[in-house]
């Protein structure tokens, strides 16, 4: 079956603009995962859904971020006022069940002027 | 933060050679996997091994985990130019889904 999917593949942003990163999950899977990526770094987590419920958003490193799956299956992340060091690969990643295998998309790159 | 670090960063071998890398973690573990990713890519599950297991093999794959060192270890056998990428090891805790990961392991297979 079809894997992780996110659009869009690379965004360029102005600062200050607003952008919305999008992540369809394997079909069926509970739960998902988005991570930033810094350049020659290991993937950071960002926020955790469980169906539409959000369990965990410890990792969002501002209140500029933010989250939604609000049906239990797509999942938006959105960032206000881009900043120059928002610019990363925000990953998204599925599994079948809690602590399970997650299987990643292929990123959305973000690149902030 | 990261939760632990590969050993070496960056692995230079030559095809046919077997590539070894080490991870090591902070926090006790539920599970731990192994992921690949090639350049601009996603990340790619190799493998995934349990608190309560000690080794695990996966085709030219063999990952052990001490858990008394906080510490795994993936070896690759015979190894591919495909196999160049960047290896990275994940964690996740009791009741925390979350993975968090190390600091990655740059193979490069030299034909």
């Known amino acids: 079956g079809a894997g992780v999917s996110q659009s869009p593949r690379y965004k360029v942003a102005k600062r200050g603009q607003d952008v919305a990163l999008r992540c369809d999950p394997i079909?069926?899977?509970?739960?998902l995962f988005w991570y930033q990526q810094a350049l020659g770094q290991g993937p950071e987590f960002l926020t955790y859904f469980q169906n539409e419920a959000q369990l965990d958003k410890s990792g969002l490193p501002s209140d500029r971020f933010f989250a939604e799956r609000p049906e239990g299956s797509v999942s938006t992340l959105k960032i206000q006022r881009t900043q120059q060091e928002d610019s990363a690969v925000y990953l998204c990643?599925?599994?079948?069940?809690?602590?399970?295998?997650?299987?990643f998309g292929p990123g959305t790159r973000l690149l902030v002027l | 933060s990261q939760q632990g670090e590969e050993d070496p960063q960056a692995l230079s071998i030559q095809e046919g050679e077997n590539a070894t890398m080490n991870c090591s973690y902070k926090t006790s573990i539920n599970n731990l996997q192994w992921y690949r990713q090639n350049s601009g890519r996603g990340l790619v599950h190799l493998i995934l091994?349990?608190?309560?297991?000690r080794e695990k093999h996966s085709g030219r794959l063999r990952v052990t985990l001490d858990t008394s060192k906080k510490s795994s270890s993936l070896l690759i056998t015979a190894s591919r130019a495909a196999d160049t990428a960047s290896y990275f090891c994940?964690?996740?805790?009791?009741?925390?889904?979350?993975?968090?990961f190390g600091t990655g392991t740059r193979l490069t297979i030299i034909p």
């Open positions: 091994i349990r608190s309560n297991e």
């Open positions: 990643a599925s599994s079948l069940e809690p602590i399970e295998t997650q299987y």
């Open positions: 079909s069926g899977h509970v739960s």
């Open positions: 994940a964690t996740d805790g009791f009741g925390n889904e979350k993975l968090t």
